[in-house]
C-alpha cells in the first residue's frame, strides 16, 4: 500500500529556504506523478506544485511560480520541493499525494483527484 511521510518543515524567517522531502513506500514512484499541496489555519487546501512520473515536467502555483522547485528522485522513491524567498503567506501544512499531473492543464490544483496523502509537515515563516 501506497504510503507518504513528509519531512523537512520547520521554522524561518521572511526570505529564508528550506527543502521538503516526500518519501514514498509501499510501491515505486516511477510509474506516478506527484504533488504538494498545502493549508494554511482557516484556509482551505492550495495546489502548490505537481511533477509528472517521469519528472520532466511540473505545474506551479502562480503564488509559487519562480520561488519554488519540484523534482523527483525515482531511485531514492522521493520527491522534493526546494522553496526559497519565503513569506508569512507560506505558511502552513505542506502535504504530498498521488494523482494526476498533465503539464498546463490546472486540475491538479484542487487537490481532488490525489490520493495517497501523508500526514504532512509543518512550515512556518515568520516576518
Known amino acids: 500500500q501506497l504510503q507518504f511521510v513528509e519531512s523537512g518543515g520547520g521554522s524561518v524567517q521572511f526570505g529564508g529556504s528550506l527543502k521538503l522531502s516526500c518519501a514514498a513506500s509501499?510501491?515505486?514512484?516511477?510509474?506516478?506523478?506527484v504533488g504538494w499541496f498545502r493549508q494554511a489555519p482557516g484556509k482551505e487546501r492550495e495546489g502548490v506544485s505537481c511533477i509528472n512520473a517521469s519528472g520532466r515536467s511540473a505545474n506551479y502555483a502562480d503564488s509559487v511560480k519562480g520561488r519554488f522547485t519540484i523534482s523527483k528522485d525515482n531511485a531514492k522513491n522521493t520527491v522534493y520541493l526546494q522553496m526559497n524567498n519565503l513569506s508569512p503567506d507560506d505558511t502552513g501544512i505542506y502535504y504530498c499525494?498521488?494523482?494526476?499531473?498533465?503539464?498546463?492543464?490546472?486540475?491538479?490544483?484542487?487537490?481532488?483527484?490525489?490520493?495517497?496523502w501523508g500526514r504532512g509537515t509543518q512550515v512556518t515563516v515568520s516576518s
Open positions: 499525494a498521488m494523482g494526476i499531473c498533465a503539464y498546463g492543464n490546472a486540475n491538479w490544483l484542487s487537490g481532488s483527484e490525489f490520493r495517497a
Open positions: 509501499g510501491t515505486t514512484l516511477d510509474y506516478l506523478a
